[in-house]
């Protein structure tokens, strides 16, 4: 996923601000005043006019137009909590509707304990064995408890492995429900630049130590990198009832399509899920 980098201000400003991977610092300028957008938008609007008229013999005329109607933030599928449909394994979801409004209700942290595992939510994973993974965390302000760790593919690329949990007050209802709407928030934020498309490759009910829970795996794909080679990421998202009042807890593995390192880092670490 896409990181570091400007981002919403997650103490709902206006301006954005800059997330250097471990905190975040002060609130970008404002580029141009209120007057000179409008001195823009209207010479733009004399220009459409001028170029209109020499180019029709007749000067404007009407004719049928054509809205487009894309977003430059694709999404995957809207969050509905009364959709009874969840993905499908091989299901594709194309880009072009509205960017998910995500809760934000906490801030990342990277802290591995004294037994080299992460903990949050009630659940915890080992830290990987690979130098290449650093105390950096990611940013999901939808999480709280948020710890993870993160790994470089490029520059403005990394892996990543997060556990942490949601609450059902943000509309994180059940883990089935909230397996599909981490998908969402994550495909249709900062963290996938250039998303174009999504594909479910495992949708299934599954258990850990008497806790019932749901994982999604899901390709999502990015375009218009520098790095042809990056394709996009696979998601493992994992969310549990482990029966704490009104939240469920979360473990999210990112990985590089293609890219067999990470791949294979993170496989790694998700087999080592616990509770506790």
Do not use: K
């Not at 250039?194 to 994982?215: C, K, M, P, R």
């Not at 473990?251 to 080592?272: F, K, P, Q, Y």
């Amino acid at each position: 996923m896409s990181q570091p980098g400007w981002y919403p201000d997650p103490e709902g400003g206006r301006d954005p601000r800059y997330w250097d991977g471990t905190r975040w610092l002060e609130r970008a300028p404002r580029r141009h005043s209120r007057g000179l957008w409008f001195f823009l938008g209207g010479l733009a609007v004399v220009v459409v006019v001028v170029v209109a008229l020499m180019i029709s013999p007749g000067g404007l005329v009407a004719g049928p137009s054509t809205v487009d109607t894309r977003s430059h933030r694709p999404s995957v599928q809207p969050w509905d909590e009364l959709s009874a449909t969840p993905e499908e394994p091989g299901d594709t979801v194309p880009g072009g509707a509205q960017p998910e409004e995500c809760p934000s209700v906490g801030m990342p942290h990277s802290e591995v304990g004294a037994d080299n595992r992460l903990h949050g939510g009630g659940l915890s994973i080992e830290a990987p064995d690979s130098p290449r993974w650093v105390n950096q965390p990611t940013y999901m302000p939808w999480m709280s408890e948020q710890n993870s760790m993160s790994r470089e593919i490029v520059p403005g690329w990394v892996a990543s492995i997060d556990v942490g949990a949601v609450r059902h007050e943000d509309g994180f209802s059940s883990p089935r429900m909230a397996a599909q709407n981490m998908v969402s928030c994550m495909a249709s934020s900062w963290m996938f630049q250039g998303f174009t498309h999504s594909e479910t490759l495992v949708s299934e009910v599954f258990t850990i130590d008497g806790n019932d829970g749901w994982h999604i795996r899901e390709n999502i794909y990015v375009t218009g990198w520098e790095h042809e080679d990056i394709a996009g990421d696979v998601l493992d998202v994992y969310v549990i009832d482990l029966g704490r009042d009104g939240e469920l807890a979360v473990l999210v593995g990112c990985a590089t399509i293609d890219h067999t390192a990470s791949v294979n880092e993170v496989r790694s670490v998700l087999e080592t899920l616990r509770v506790g």
